[in-house]
């Protein structure tokens, strides 16, 4: 676990397990059942390999692979950002 001196509202893990945490985030939490669930958002996140599976979805959708291989840019656009947001929910839960 890391704390980054930075204001943007931010935390995000790694592939390799780090995870790291804006001072901004950490600014804006009111207790410690807050920080334990953005922590726990973040393991999720490496638990479930999302950050390699995200990029592997993110190269499928560029290149026009499997189901992305007819859209154009823009639903391409949309569909990255779909991914995305399934992914964070999943860690919500």
Not at 67 to 83: P, R, V
């Amino acid at each position: 676990f890391y704390v980054i001196r930075s204001t943007d509202v931010n935390a995000f893990s790694t592939h390799e397990g780090m995870i790291f945490i804006n001072e901004g985030i950490l600014a804006e939490l009111e207790n410690e059942a807050q920080l334990a669930f953005l922590l726990c958002h973040e393991i999720i996140h490496y638990r479930n390999n999302h950050v390699m599976n995200s990029y592997v979805e993110k190269v499928k959708i560029q290149k026009g692979k499997t189901e992305y291989k007819s859209l154009g840019s823009d639903k391409k656009f949309w569909a990255q950002n779909k991914y995305s947001r399934e992914l964070e929910e999943e860690a919500d839960k």
